[in-house]
């Protein structure tokens, strides 16, 4: 399938290059260095993801190249789809890939549901960066200090720093090479890890301040809602990294995060009906991944997510009876 990717991306002169919603280090990395690779092929390409990239990866080099749009009546040969285990996780525009005649689907999360006309899945990579940097190294196109960039921060983000179990010998040896192409860790650190806005810190505050252990110990659960995001004036880009406070804590297999992601519907029956993400963490023991596929979403064994609309009462005694059960 690789080689078949290759014939496309050399013979397509338009390209789309997307990512999923609300992306993190490795949805936008992968963007990047893929967008910064066919533009070296002088492609047309349109760099897409519907929401603003966090400010943590600001930073990242051509980051201002990435659109939340796409112009009304632009065509593509092609569109290559980044880290999105299903089309939905593009955004409200998934849609659009329907008009697009070639589809190419780059993933590493074991859920993927083979969209595409093309793809290339593969759960054993440590993050979607590193299926990019072989498809580049394939196409022998060269490696610069900007596209390096990108993949190593794709790769140290998805791997929690070289902490998650997804982390393998390729996470150090592509990483290894980016440094010789010019990445200068500490400065990416500092990007990623080193600098958070005082909201930020408040909104961990009161994550932890959420704290919730099931009666078995086995679950930790923090909630965020949208009033915690007012008051600290914070947006969803701040919550990453928040559930590993809850995943450290000592015997438990299980952490769960909820996070109202729109304001609830008022003036109907279901008056405290409301949206929310929930993302799930494992020790290793529990297929989070399975949970999560049940409710619609999908991930990895040990970290995956889905979204829901209910009450939180109603969502939390759901997430606690199944750990009781565990
Ligand atoms: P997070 O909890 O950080 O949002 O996501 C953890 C993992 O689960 C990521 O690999 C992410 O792509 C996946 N994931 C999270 N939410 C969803 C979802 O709604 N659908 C699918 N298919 N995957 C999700
Ligand atoms: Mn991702």
């Not at 070639?102 to 299926?131: K, M, Q, W």
């Amino acid at each position: 399938m690789m080689e078949e990717i290759i014939a496309l991306l050399r013979k397509s002169e338009t390209l789309l290059v997307t990512s999923h919603a609300n992306p993190d280090g490795d949805a936008i990395g992968a963007l990047l260095a893929m967008g910064l690779a066919l533009k070296g092929l002088n492609k047309r390409v349109t760099l897409y993801n519907e929401s603003p990239i966090p400010a943590v990866y600001r930073f990242l080099p051509s980051v201002d190249a990435v659109c939340g749009d796409i112009p009304a009546g632009q065509r593509f040969d092609a569109a290559v789809v980044l880290d999105c285990g299903d089309m939905t996780r593009i955004g409200e525009r998934f849609t659009l890939l329907k008009e697009i005649p070639r589809v190419v689907n780059i993933d590493h999360h074991l859920t993927n549901t083979g969209f595409g006309h093309y793809r290339i899945i593969d759960p054993g990579a440590c993050a979607s960066t590193e299926i990019v940097f072989r498809l580049l190294k394939r196409m022998e196109i060269p490696i610069d200090s900007d596209i390096a960039t990108s993949i190593y921060t794709g790769i140290l983000t998805d791997t929690g720093s070289f902490r998650f179990a997804n982390t393998n010998a390729a996470a150090f040896d592509i990483c290894a090479e980016m440094v010789e192409r010019g990445v200068i860790p500490h400065e990416v650190a500092r990007h990623v890890y080193g600098t958070y806005s005082l909201g930020r810190i408040k909104l961990l505050n009161m994550a932890l301040d959420s704290l919730e252990i099931s009666v078995n110990g086995k679950l930790s659960l923090m909630t965020l809602t949208r009033n915690m995001f007012e008051e600290t004036g914070t947006h969803l880009e701040d919550v990453d990294g928040l559930i590993n406070y809850a995943k450290r804590i000592e015997d438990v297999r299980v952490a769960a995060l909820i996070v109202e992601t729109r304001n609830g519907r008022s003036g109907n029956a279901r008056g405290d009906v409301r949206r929310f993400h929930v993302s799930l963490r494992s020790d290793g023991s529990v297929d989070v991944a399975a949970i999560a596929a049940a409710y619609g979403g999908g991930g990895h064994a040990a970290a995956a997510g889905f979204g829901i609309e209910a009450s939180l009462a109603d969502l939390k005694l759901r997430i606690i009876d199944w750990a009781n059960g565990l």
